[in-house]
């Protein structure tokens, strides 16, 4: 803490050690995203081993799956879909709810009562039946995927930042802008957006956890990544057999998740703060 | 361990809730409409059929006393004497009249309409005799009304919110999606049958809750647990396993009309690329019995023992797609957990093509819908099909010109000249001779791939005695509930 | 007589965010005898909240105490346990906040909130506890006494609310009251009425209190001494009289300086070519929560006001809280577009709504608020928050733009290292600078102030009106100053206008503030203005009009 | 103060109605969008173009859509949810006993997860920063990052199959007293409440933090007033419109989208229904759970707003 603390004046910022290591977690996983194809030992769709539900073994790190093929190299490849694919669907959705609830907020009126009932409306529809009518619709592919999600959860990050941008409205800063003449875009991007982005950090942190576990429950739907490369959640739902007797194969990609959404919420609980010191 | 349970001598009483693998708000008491399992179970224990096949796959009559013919065209049925639905009206020819004909009706909807069709006639003789009079000769009709769909209602029904049969329970909770529950028919016409008081049948989708809700002694059977559980189930005591090798399979489809199918030399070659040995072994845990790429099973008598199965040899499957232009193009392969298996199939042969370098786009697809959308009409796709009892209905269904699931767009006059001749024979060994040629030009033709026979295998607890396993599917061909008992 | 209150070398610090310790309160010590009523005084920041805390025990979430001692009745809050301190709290000192609307949790009725003493401490039966409660309202002298405590905390005034958290610390029969600018939230009038609730109820029951403020005047009519706090040290202790009198520290006599300003000195040149409107408010009527069919709005504030601003000169707009003076200043910036009459800038007819006026129009006229630190974006560094009008309005960029902030803020003399800081960095007078200069950058003509000094101490505010002043010379600038501060008023404007329930009841030159105001409302309002004098409190009593005034309440 | 919740909760009705009405079209098309139909679907592999027709005019499906969706929507005003297509029996039979099972889960797992929530945010919020306050923040965020699936699995696993302390479904057809009920209610439950209390927890914690910044908490403090005094009467009664608002948005997820535990414990459920009428594309049964879905999420937000009302003194007296 005080090592930290001293180092910090000469960086600006306040760097937590919790935070640190969240952000190395992610960066990791980051990197083994970007990475895997080189550094997995199999290819993913390889069967390896006739046993099935194999243990850890020096030729396969984190055992093998219910096919035999080999996890390790499952893992490292699923990284690319869950980390990829969570974080782009819940920027668009965070992006997409937190800009319109700030507009919302800040024109108000027929405008915010239209958006808010639709919204409304759209989130009380089961994600499941939303799923269906996508894929039979406009059929299968990353992209669909991805807005698909980030349109099931786009509501709930409207109402949220809507909830924050109503009461940073009615601050007199806004007040002064409006009277300058600002423009919409200029007033929710320089004066709400950085008074509500740490609340929204946080909702963002949750929703990407939620996003996670959604993807298997959606890949099941036909929806997104296609064998035999899998989500983390996708693997921990095709070898769930494993889960009586302890199977590496269930294990591990559980491990990964929670690994992935606890630092993503720990780095966004012990986000850098600048700190400067008022009595200076 | 499985064979073990026979000794015994059967002991009346008891309930016992059974699981099947699914079911759904569409889940019906009507014969005609039922398409899964856990509708046929509920069949099976509340109706009868006039036929049944054994666990040998012959048949045997349960309400016909005899059904005869001389020329293969036209039938006498005669009933069994003595038999009453469950709400005391006697069994007469016009019941049976009544829901056979019912099926060539379309606004009934029934999934055996094509089959019944070829009943054209029907004739009352008395209260006990009929005559089915067939649009062309069919000698395996007997085979056919052991369909499950072609159960015995009573004359005139029309309402199946329950269930009004001769079967050995009565109807007593229907709820389409959640359960049924069946008593026991005091008044059945087989002799000690039932042994249950009464049974309960749901259904469990989730593979693993099935199981533990077996484990844990929430119900008495699990039906078609999966390959992978197996090894844990057996280090388990009170549990055994009824192994069921029937005639289900899994094909991967190339349609011969459209591309690439129709380039020459692609079929053949995706029958070398796909590897049957590690199919059976990794995929299906060798729960599963390697074929060789036509439908009649190794159970049914008319199989053709000399057709081997192709040998995985991917450097000739190489050469063969080289030859039919293809080799490096991306061929997308359209698989889904409607059909079982087949995405991990769809996986084996992409691998197999990866490491030759030929790229295979394995497209998953919703389970919901794909029958009607993807099955039959994708270019590459995968199709599950259910035992039948005789390689005509198979054929007729599936490989004919006009056959309505012709799941490759096979055509040839031969095969449909062949199909004919075979069905109005009452030759055995003409038939079997004919069977035999007509397996080898699927084998080498059609662009139906099926690598293995998948075996069926149902999880009971060790306590429940007498289910044998039956050709036609598992628990005992849907028909355990009145076979089986408990043991004290 | 012996000392309720002993504070020895008493040191508190507090942690800043990055961790670093400061130390705020550095060595004080101070004593009260019993039924003694002694001020805390100083500039904001001095610790005068800190030392009052800590005789509850109590140090803000980041401080801590760290030396010395602080003995009330007989026991050290320093070193006894927390139980003992809560038990304390409430029964033997009692703390009266500054600011009573937050004080009240607005989600309980006024009468559960002021028992809660009785009940936390288990003092007498709750029956006993709501009819003593009955009892300190009526001698508090609020009105209704019998039913005032089933309201919930946003039913009745501030000055009425400032009245009931004295109710809510007396409850408990405290050896000592704890007052913490009672009444800096307060306009005038009801400062009054509160001033002597309180000074009724301590002399009546002999307690001991020290009463923090920053106003001199209102510590002059109720302490019996004055202790002069600065940067957490004791700089001056002595009798009210003395210190008001004869202050010997130079800090002392700052603040009695910025007491009494200079008056308005009339800007010759402006006076010489005769008054030119540069504003013309006719007729308007405005108000809020939606307009019905008639086109009114359901709550009228404004009713008709007739209003006209020369340029170069400033006109003072004075009234009651709720009277109607902000709701003016924003009707004329376009922030609520008035129902009814019109608007004129240098003859022509503005947009009611911003929406409809050109930038230009926008860019003439800048208003700025109360409070600079809701005001500023607590996420923008003053450099980017000047610089957004200059590149709003003039379309500067670059270095052009680096340079005028330079300016802006030597205009308003800050140090040009400031444009890094956040708001939150900066002093109350700094950010009120600030937010000044944000209206400066537009180069306007005519700048609408919402009492942008009452938050202020006064030293620092006297300050700020300086540099208003000068900047009114140098560019000319036309001001509509709201306050209600009178003395600030007279100091900066050369007309006043007297607003009441919305109306504008009267308008005189500034000079005749003081001696000749015809509508008895202002009439009111002016001699409410506390006075650098002991006596002015009681002497009240003998004024007729006030004495009539008060029987109205 | 009665009469302005009476027009609110007017207000708000008329509003959702009109929510249904848009939610029933925008399921209307979406229902059309899919590709096959009932009778396809109900003939399955055996769907062959003339059996497909046949079944189609015999269930009067060659009706245009809109009008059949029309005659469903008349039928409904007058209280008739019409038959399933699937099975043709009454949607209302098909759903009352669903529904009623739905509710009682979602009853239930409230009644069980939302005081374990708001002990956790409340408790978690008051000692903010200490190692107690860290730990629930990691549980939660743990909890709501395992699979709902697996949860529920290890669950059965451990308890019905290791333990057999609880039956492995739940199957609530015959109950017979508390203990039986809390038995079969027991792991769905827990499932349930780990899915549906983090997002729980994080927001009471936010909320109380916020109101426990305030000056009369402080005030309340400086009064003599304990730490549990000044959470539970002071900071919670402010709090409780987010924390309120909250919940609801939790609890919605209970009656559509708990379909996982559903299948895994086999419990009769809406969720499941809906599921099933979308695949077999019964209309009037998929209008009538989208309409349940809606109702009830719109009720949920409903009652969140009165509460927020009724705990706000300011908003309740306007
Ligand atoms: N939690 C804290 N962390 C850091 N510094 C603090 C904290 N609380 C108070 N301070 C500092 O302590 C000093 C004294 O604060 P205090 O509130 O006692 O001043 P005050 O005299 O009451 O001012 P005002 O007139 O504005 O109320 C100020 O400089 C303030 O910035
Ligand atoms: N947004 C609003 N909605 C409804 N009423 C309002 C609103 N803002 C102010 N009011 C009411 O309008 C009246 C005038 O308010 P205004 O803010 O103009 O008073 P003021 O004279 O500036 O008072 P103060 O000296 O306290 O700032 C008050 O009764 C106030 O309650
Ligand atoms: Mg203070
Ligand atoms: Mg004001």
Same mark, same amino acid.
């Given at each position: 803490?005080?090592?930290?603390?001293?180092?910090?004046?000469?960086?600006?910022?306040?760097?937590?050690?919790?935070?640190?290591?969240?952000?190395?977690?992610?960066?990791?996983?980051?990197?083994?995203?970007?990475?895997?194809?080189?550094?997995?030992?199999?290819?993913?769709?390889?069967?390896?081993?006739?046993?099935?539900?194999?243990?850890?073994?020096?030729?396969?790190?984190?055992?093998?799956?219910?096919?035999?093929?080999?996890?390790?190299?499952?893992?490292?490849?699923?990284?690319?879909?869950?980390?990829?694919?969570?974080?782009?669907?819940?920027?668009?959705?965070?992006?997409?709810?937190?800009?319109?609830?700030?507009?919302?907020?800040?024109?108000?009126?027929?405008?915010?009562?239209?958006?808010?009932?639709?919204?409304?409306?759209?989130?009380?529809?089961?994600?499941?039946?939303?799923?269906?009518?996508?894929?039979?619709?406009?059929?299968?592919?990353?992209?669909?995927?991805?807005?698909?999600?980030?349109?099931?959860?786009?509501?709930?990050?409207?109402?949220?930042?809507?909830?924050?941008?109503?009461?940073?409205?009615?601050?007199?800063?806004?007040?002064?802008?409006?009277?300058?003449?600002?423009?919409?875009?200029?007033?929710?991007?320089?004066?709400?957006?950085?008074?509500?982005?740490?609340?929204?950090?946080?909702?963002?942190?949750?929703?990407?956890?939620?996003?996670?576990?959604?993807?298997?429950?959606?890949?099941?739907?036909?929806?997104?990544?296609?064998?035999?490369?899998?989500?983390?959640?996708?693997?921990?739902?095709?070898?769930?057999?494993?889960?009586?007797?302890?199977?590496?194969?269930?294990?591990?990609?559980?491990?990964?998740?929670?690994?992935?959404?606890?630092?993503?919420?720990?780095?966004?609980?012990?986000?850098?703060?600048?700190?400067?010191?008022?009595?200076? | 361990?499985?064979?073990?349970?026979?000794?015994?001598?059967?002991?009346?009483?008891?309930?016992?809730?059974?699981?099947?693998?699914?079911?759904?708000?569409?889940?019906?008491?009507?014969?005609?409409?039922?398409?899964?399992?856990?509708?046929?179970?509920?069949?099976?224990?509340?109706?009868?059929?006039?036929?049944?096949?054994?666990?040998?796959?012959?048949?045997?009559?349960?309400?016909?006393?005899?059904?005869?013919?001389?020329?293969?065209?036209?039938?006498?049925?005669?009933?069994?004497?003595?038999?009453?639905?469950?709400?005391?009206?006697?069994?007469?020819?016009?019941?049976?009249?009544?829901?056979?004909?019912?099926?060539?009706?379309?606004?009934?909807?029934?999934?055996?309409?094509?089959?019944?069709?070829?009943?054209?006639?029907?004739?009352?003789?008395?209260?006990?005799?009929?005559?089915?009079?067939?649009?062309?000769?069919?000698?395996?009709?007997?085979?056919?009304?052991?369909?499950?769909?072609?159960?015995?209602?009573?004359?005139?029904?029309?309402?199946?919110?329950?269930?009004?049969?001769?079967?050995?329970?009565?109807?007593?909770?229907?709820?389409?999606?959640?359960?049924?529950?069946?008593?026991?028919?005091?008044?059945?016409?087989?002799?000690?049958?039932?042994?249950?008081?009464?049974?309960?049948?749901?259904?469990?989708?989730?593979?693993?809750?099935?199981?533990?809700?077996?484990?844990?002694?929430?119900?008495?059977?699990?039906?078609?647990?999966?390959?992978?559980?197996?090894?844990?189930?057996?280090?388990?005591?009170?549990?055994?396993?009824?192994?069921?090798?029937?005639?289900?399979?899994?094909?991967?489809?190339?349609?011969?009309?459209?591309?690439?199918?129709?380039?020459?030399?692609?079929?053949?070659?995706?029958?070398?690329?796909?590897?049957?040995?590690?199919?059976?072994?990794?995929?299906?845990?060798?729960?599963?019995?390697?074929?060789?790429?036509?439908?009649?099973?190794?159970?049914?008598?008319?199989?053709?023992?000399?057709?081997?199965?192709?040998?995985?040899?991917?450097?000739?499957?190489?050469?063969?797609?080289?030859? +039919?232009?293809?080799? @490096? !193009?991306? %061929? $997308?392969?359209?698989? &889904?957990?409607?059909?079982?298996? =087949?995405?991990?199939?769809?996986?084996?042969?992409?691998?197999?093509?990866?490491?030759?370098?030929?790229?295979?786009?394995?497209?998953?697809?919703?389970?919901?819908?794909?029958?009607?959308?993807?099955?039959?009409?994708?270019?590459?796709?995968?199709?599950?099909?259910?035992?039948?009892?005789?390689?005509?209905?198979?054929?007729?269904?599936?490989?004919?010109?006009?056959?309505?699931?012709?799941?490759?767009?096979?055509?040839?006059?031969?095969?449909?000249?062949?199909?004919?001749?075979?069905?109005?024979?009452?030759?055995?060994?003409?038939?079997?001779?004919?069977?035999?040629?007509?397996?080898?030009?699927? +084998?080498?033709?059609? @662009? !139906?791939? %099926? $690598?293995?026979?998948? &075996?069926?295998?149902?999880?009971? =607890?060790?306590?429940?005695?007498?289910?044998?396993?039956?050709?036609?599917?598992?628990?005992?061909?849907?028909?355990?509930?009145?076979?089986?008992?408990?043991?004290? | 007589?012996?000392?309720?209150?002993?504070?020895?070398?008493?040191?508190?610090?507090?942690?800043?965010?990055?961790?670093?310790?400061?130390?705020?309160?550095?060595?004080?010590?101070?004593?009260?005898?019993?039924?003694?009523?002694?001020?805390?005084?100083?500039?904001?920041?001095?610790?005068?909240?800190?030392?009052?805390?800590?005789?509850?025990?109590?140090?803000?979430?980041?401080?801590?105490?760290?030396?010395?001692?602080?003995?009330?009745?007989?026991?050290?809050?320093?070193?006894?346990?927390?139980?003992?301190?809560?038990?304390?709290?409430?029964?033997?000192?009692?703390?009266?906040?500054?600011?009573?609307?937050?004080?009240?949790?607005?989600?309980?009725?006024?009468?559960?909130?002021?028992?809660?003493?009785?009940?936390?401490?288990?003092?007498?039966?709750?029956?006993?506890?709501?009819?003593?409660?009955?009892?300190?309202?009526?001698?508090?002298?609020?009105?209704?006494?019998?039913?005032?405590?089933?309201?919930?905390?946003?039913?009745?005034?501030?000055?009425?609310?400032?009245?009931?958290?004295?109710?809510?610390?007396?409850?408990?029969?405290?050896?000592?009251?704890?007052?913490?600018?009672?009444?800096?939230?307060?306009?005038?009038?009801?400062?009054?009425?509160?001033?002597?609730?309180?000074?009724?109820?301590?002399?009546?029951?002999?307690?001991?209190?020290?009463?923090?403020?920053?106003?001199?005047?209102?510590?002059?009519?109720?302490?019996?001494?004055?202790?002069?706090?600065?940067?957490?040290?004791?700089?001056?202790?002595?009798?009210?009289?003395?210190?008001?009198?004869?202050?010997?520290?130079?800090?002392?006599?700052?603040?009695?300086?910025?007491?009494?300003?200079?008056?308005?000195?009339?800007?010759?040149?402006?006076?010489?070519?005769?008054?030119?409107?540069?504003?013309?408010?006719?007729?308007?009527?405005?108000?809020?929560?939606?307009?019905?069919?008639?086109?009114?709005?359901?709550?009228?504030?404004?009713?008709?006001?007739?209003?006209?601003?020369?340029?170069?000169?400033?006109?003072?707009?004075?009234?009651?809280?709720?009277?109607?003076?902000?709701?003016?200043?924003?009707?004329?910036?376009?922030?609520?577009?008035?129902?009814?009459?019109?608007?004129?800038?240098?003859?022509?007819?503005?947009?009611?709504?911003?929406?409809?006026?050109?930038?230009?129009?926008?860019?003439?006229?800048?208003?700025?608020?109360?409070?600079?630190?809701?005001?500023?974006?607590?996420?923008?560094?003053?450099?980017?928050?000047?610089?957004?009008?200059?590149?709003?309005?003039?379309?500067?960029?670059?270095?052009?733009?680096?340079?005028?902030?330079?300016?802006?803020?030597?205009?308003?003399?800050?140090?040009?290292?400031?444009?890094?800081?956040?708001?939150?960095?900066?002093?109350?007078?700094?950010?009120?600078?600030?937010?000044?200069?944000?209206?400066?950058?537009?180069?306007?003509?005519?700048?609408?102030?919402?009492?942008?000094?009452?938050?202020?101490?006064?030293?620092?505010?006297?300050?700020?009106?300086?540099?208003?002043?000068?900047?009114?010379?140098?560019?000319?600038?036309?001001?509509?100053?709201?306050?209600?501060?009178?003395?600030?008023?007279?100091?900066?404007?050369?007309?006043?206008?007297?607003?009441?329930?919305?109306?504008?009841?009267?308008?005189?030159?500034?000079?005749?503030?003081?001696?000749?105001?015809?509508?008895?409302?202002?009439?009111?309002?002016?001699?409410?203005?506390?006075?650098?004098?002991?006596?002015?409190?009681?002497?009240?009593?003998?004024?007729?009009?006030?004495?009539?005034?008060?029987?109205?309440? | 103060?009665?009469?302005?919740?009476?027009?609110?909760?007017?207000?708000?009705?008329?509003?959702?109605?009109?929510?249904?009405?848009?939610?029933?079209?925008?399921?209307?098309?979406?229902?059309?969008?899919?590709?096959?139909?009932?009778?396809?679907?109900?003939?399955?592999?055996?769907?062959?173009?003339?059996?497909?027709?046949?079944?189609?005019?015999?269930?009067?499906?060659?009706?245009?859509?809109?009008?059949?969706?029309?005659?469903?929507?008349?039928?409904?005003?007058?209280?008739?949810?019409?038959?399933?297509?699937?099975?043709?029996?009454?949607?209302?039979?098909?759903?009352?006993?669903?529904?009623?099972?739905?509710?009682?889960?979602?009853?239930?797992?409230?009644?069980?997860?939302?005081?374990?929530?708001?002990?956790?945010?409340?408790?978690?919020?008051?000692?903010?920063?200490?190692?107690?306050?860290?730990?629930?923040?990691?549980?939660?965020?743990?909890?709501?990052?395992?699979?709902?699936?697996?949860?529920?699995?290890?669950?059965?696993?451990?308890?019905?199959?290791?333990?057999?302390?609880?039956?492995?479904?739940?199957?609530?057809?015959?109950?017979?007293?508390?203990?039986?009920?809390?038995?079969?209610?027991?792991?769905?439950?827990?499932?349930?409440?780990?899915?549906?209390?983090?997002?729980?927890?994080?927001?009471?914690?936010?909320?109380?933090?916020?109101?426990?910044?305030?000056?009369?908490?402080?005030?309340?403090?400086?009064?003599?007033?304990?730490?549990?005094?000044?959470?539970?009467?002071?900071?919670?009664?402010?709090?409780?419109?987010?924390?309120?608002?909250?919940?609801?948005?939790?609890?919605?997820?209970?009656?559509?989208?708990?379909?996982?535990?559903?299948?895994?414990?086999?419990?009769?459920?809406?969720?499941?229904?809906?599921?099933?009428?979308?695949?077999?594309?019964?209309?009037?049964?998929?209008?009538?759970?989208?309409?349940?879905?809606?109702?009830?999420?719109?009720?949920?937000?409903?009652?969140?707003?009165?509460?927020?009302?009724?705990?706000?003194?300011?908003?309740?007296?306007?």
């Amino acid at each position: 803490m005080t090592s930290t603390a001293r180092r910090s004046p000469r960086f600006g910022f306040a760097v937590n050690a919790v935070g640190v290591i969240g952000a190395s977690i992610i960066l990791f996983w980051i990197l083994v995203a970007v990475f895997a194809p080189w550094i997995s030992p199999y290819p993913v769709g390889k069967i390896v081993d006739f046993d099935y539900y194999g243990p850890i073994s020096s030729d396969f790190w984190l055992g093998t799956d219910y096919l035999g093929r080999d996890m390790f190299s499952r893992i490292l490849m699923g990284a690319r879909y869950t980390v990829g694919i969570s974080l782009a669907s819940v920027t668009i959705a965070c992006f997409v709810g937190v800009t319109l609830g700030m507009i919302a907020a800040v024109v108000g009126g027929w405008f915010d009562a239209v958006l808010s009932r639709f919204l409304d409306a759209l989130n009380s529809i089961p994600a499941l039946m939303f799923g269906l009518v996508v894929v039979a619709a406009v059929g299968s592919s990353l992209t669909v995927l991805i807005l698909t999600i980030a349109t099931l959860y786009a509501p709930g990050s409207y109402r949220f930042a809507r909830a924050l941008a109503v009461n940073v409205n009615a601050m007199d800063f806004v007040t002064v802008a409006r009277a300058r003449g600002e423009g919409i875009i200029y007033t929710i991007r320089e004066e709400i957006l950085p008074n509500i982005v740490g609340p929204v950090l946080a909702d963002f942190g949750l929703r990407f956890v939620f996003i996670v576990l959604l993807l298997s429950g959606l890949s099941f739907l036909g929806l997104g990544v296609q064998p035999p490369d899998a989500d983390w959640g996708a693997l921990v739902r095709e070898n769930i057999g494993g889960l009586s007797f302890g199977a590496p194969a269930v294990v591990f990609p559980s491990i990964a998740i929670a690994s992935l959404t606890i630092s993503v919420n720990m780095l966004i609980d012990n986000l850098p703060r600048r700190i400067r010191d008022r009595s200076e | 361990r499985a064979t073990r349970a026979f000794a015994d001598t059967p002991k009346s009483g008891g309930s016992i809730t059974a699981a099947g693998w699914s079911s759904s708000t569409a889940d019906t008491l009507d014969p005609a409409k039922a398409s899964l399992s856990t509708d046929y179970v509920r069949c099976c224990a509340f109706y009868n059929r006039l036929t049944f096949l054994d666990e040998g796959g012959t048949v045997q009559m349960e309400l016909a006393e005899s059904i005869e013919t001389t020329d293969a065209k036209t039938w006498k049925v005669t009933l069994r004497p003595g038999v009453v639905f469950h709400d005391g009206k006697k069994l007469t020819t016009d019941d049976v009249i009544f829901s056979l004909a019912r099926h060539k009706d379309e606004s009934v909807g029934s999934k055996v309409n094509a089959m019944a069709k070829q009943m054209a006639e029907f004739k009352k003789v008395d209260d006990r005799v009929m005559e089915i009079e067939l649009s062309a000769p069919n000698a395996d009709l007997p085979i056919i009304l052991a369909l499950h769909h072609f159960m015995i209602l009573a004359d005139g029904t029309k309402d199946f919110t329950t269930a009004n049969g001769t079967g050995a329970f009565k109807c007593d909770v229907f709820e389409p999606g959640v359960r049924s529950v069946g008593v026991k028919n005091e008044n059945y016409w087989k002799d000690k049958l039932p042994y249950l008081d009464s049974f309960e049948f749901i259904a469990i989708s989730d593979e693993p809750a099935r199981v533990n809700a077996l484990l844990s002694g929430d119900i008495a059977l699990a039906a078609t647990v999966n390959p992978r559980s197996i090894r844990r189930l057996e280090t388990i005591d009170g549990v055994q396993l009824s192994k069921t090798t029937s005639g289900n399979y899994t094909d991967l489809n190339v349609r011969l009309d459209m591309d690439p199918g129709d380039k020459a030399g692609f079929v053949e070659g995706m029958k070398y690329l796909i590897n049957r040995e590690v199919i059976q072994r990794s995929v299906m845990r060798d729960l599963a019995v390697i074929a060789n790429d036509q439908p009649v099973s190794p159970n049914d008598r008319y199989h053709n023992k000399e057709l081997k199965a192709r040998e995985y040899d991917p450097e000739k499957a190489k050469s063969l797609f080289q030859k +039919a232009g293809l080799f @490096g !193009t991306s %061929i $997308p392969i359209v698989a &889904s957990e409607a059909a079982g298996s =087949s995405i991990d199939m769809a996986t084996v042969v992409q691998q197999a093509g990866q490491e030759i370098g030929m790229p295979f786009d394995v497209q998953r697809v919703p389970s919901d819908g794909y029958w009607s959308n993807y099955w039959l009409k994708a270019p590459v796709h995968f199709g599950n099909i259910n035992p039948r009892p005789t390689p005509d209905i198979l054929f007729s269904l599936l490989y004919a010109s006009d056959a309505p699931w012709n799941e490759s767009h096979y055509k040839s006059e031969k095969f449909d000249k062949m199909l004919v001749e075979a069905r109005g024979s009452l030759d055995e060994a003409k038939r079997k001779s004919i069977y035999d040629e007509m397996q080898v030009m699927i +084998a080498n033709e059609a @662009g !139906t791939i %099926i $690598p293995v026979w998948i &075996s069926n295998v149902d999880a009971l =607890s060790s306590k429940l005695k007498g289910l044998r396993p039956n050709p036609l599917g598992g628990m005992m061909g849907y028909a355990f509930a009145e076979h089986v008992w408990l043991a004290s | 007589m012996g000392n309720v209150i002993e504070i020895r070398d008493l040191h508190v610090t507090a942690k800043t965010d990055s961790g670093r310790v400061v130390e705020i309160i550095r060595g004080v010590d101070l004593d009260v005898a019993d039924g003694e009523i002694v001020a805390l005084i100083g500039e904001s920041g001095s610790g005068k909240t800190t030392i009052a805390l800590t005789l509850l025990g109590y140090a803000r979430p980041g401080c801590s105490i760290v030396g010395g001692s602080v003995t009330v009745d007989g026991e050290d809050t320093v070193a006894i346990s927390e139980a003992e301190r809560r038990s304390l709290r409430g029964t033997r000192v009692a703390y009266v906040p500054q600011s009573a609307a937050a004080a009240f949790n607005p989600s309980k009725t006024i009468m559960d909130q002021v028992v809660e003493v009785a009940q936390i401490h288990d003092l007498m039966p709750m029956d006993a506890a709501r009819k003593k409660a009955v009892e300190l309202f009526r001698a508090l002298a609020l009105p209704e006494p019998e039913t005032i405590g089933a309201r919930y905390p946003h039913q009745v005034s501030g000055g009425q609310l400032q009245r009931l958290s004295a109710a809510m610390a007396l409850i408990g029969d405290p050896k000592v009251m704890v007052f913490d600018e009672p009444t800096t939230a307060l306009d005038v009038t009801t400062q009054i009425e509160v001033l002597r609730a309180f000074k009724a109820v301590m002399r009546e029951r002999g307690m001991a209190g020290i009463y923090v403020s920053h106003d001199l005047a209102v510590v002059a009519q109720i302490a019996d001494r004055i202790v002069v706090l600065k940067g957490g040290e004791v700089q001056e202790v002595g009798a009210t009289e003395a210190i008001v009198h004869r202050p010997s520290h130079s800090y002392t006599k700052a603040l009695i300086g910025a007491f009494h300003p200079r008056a308005r000195v009339p800007d010759p040149e402006a006076a010489a070519d005769g008054p030119q409107p540069i504003l013309k408010v006719s007729g308007v009527t405005a108000g809020y929560g939606g307009t019905g069919r008639d086109k009114m709005p359901k709550y009228v504030v404004l009713k008709n006001l007739d209003l006209t601003l020369e340029r170069g000169r400033s006109l003072g707009v004075i009234g009651e809280s709720g009277s109607g003076k902000s709701t003016l200043a924003r009707v004329i910036a376009g922030l609520l577009p008035a129902a009814k009459g019109s608007i004129e800038m240098d003859g022509v007819r503005l947009g009611q709504a911003t929406r409809d006026r050109s930038k230009e129009d926008l860019r003439k006229l800048q208003i700025v608020f109360q409070l600079a630190d809701t005001a500023l974006n607590p996420n923008k560094p003053v450099g980017a928050i000047l610089a957004r009008p200059l590149v709003f309005y003039h379309a500067m960029a670059g270095r052009e733009r680096d340079a005028e902030v330079d300016r802006l803020l030597d205009m308003v003399r800050l140090p040009r290292g400031l444009k890094h800081r956040l708001p939150s960095e900066l002093s109350g007078g700094q950010k009120q600078r600030v937010n000044f200069a944000r209206a400066l950058a537009a180069r306007p003509e005519l700048i609408l102030c919402d009492e942008i000094t009452s938050a202020l101490d006064t030293v620092v505010a006297a300050a700020v009106l300086d540099l208003l002043d000068e900047l009114q010379r140098e560019l000319g600038l036309t001001y509509m100053f709201i306050s209600h501060d009178l003395s600030t008023v007279e100091a900066i404007c050369d007309r006043v206008a007297v607003m009441y329930q919305g109306e504008k009841v009267e308008e005189m030159p500034t000079s005749r503030m003081k001696s000749g105001p015809e509508h008895p409302y202002s009439k009111l309002l002016i001699a409410s203005v506390p006075k650098l004098d002991t006596g002015w409190l009681d002497g009240l009593r003998d004024d007729p009009l006030m004495a009539a005034a008060m029987e109205g309440r | 103060m009665n009469a302005v919740i009476a027009r609110l909760v007017l207000k708000r009705l008329g509003i959702m109605l009109l929510s249904l009405l848009i939610v029933a079209f925008a399921v209307f098309f979406a229902t059309e969008l899919l590709p096959g139909d009932v009778a396809q679907i109900l003939l399955g592999q055996a769907a062959t173009p003339e059996a497909v027709a046949g079944l189609r005019t015999a269930m009067h499906l060659d009706e245009p859509a809109f009008l059949r969706f029309l005659h469903w929507l008349f039928g409904l005003m007058s209280g008739d949810l019409g038959r399933s297509y699937a099975n043709d029996r009454e949607v209302a039979d098909l759903i009352s006993g669903r529904l009623a099972n739905s509710l009682e889960l979602a009853f239930v797992t409230t009644l069980f997860s939302v005081p374990i929530a708001l002990t956790l945010g409340i408790t978690s919020a008051m000692f903010r920063g200490s190692f107690y306050d860290r730990m629930v923040s990691v549980f939660t965020v743990t909890v709501i990052s395992i699979p709902e699936f697996m949860v529920a699995t290890l669950a059965v696993i451990i308890f019905a199959v290791y333990l057999r302390w609880l039956p492995a479904l739940s199957v609530a057809s015959e109950v017979h007293g508390i203990g039986e009920l809390l038995r079969i209610y027991a792991m769905p439950v827990i499932t349930l409440a780990f899915v549906v209390s983090a997002q729980m927890i994080r927001m009471t914690r936010a909320a109380v933090i916020d109101t426990l910044n305030t000056a009369y908490v402080e005030m309340a403090l400086l009064k003599g007033a304990s730490r549990r005094r000044i959470v539970l009467r002071h900071a919670l009664p402010n709090a409780l419109g987010p924390i309120v608002n909250a919940m609801a948005l939790s609890l919605s997820y209970l009656l559509g989208g708990v379909i996982i535990v559903e299948t895994i414990f086999n419990y009769p459920g809406v969720a499941k229904l809906m599921v099933d009428a979308v695949s077999t594309r019964d209309l009037p049964l998929i209008q009538s759970c989208a309409m349940i879905f809606c109702v009830s999420y719109l009720l949920l937000i409903l009652i969140a707003d009165v509460v927020a009302i009724m705990a706000n003194p300011r908003l309740r007296n306007q």
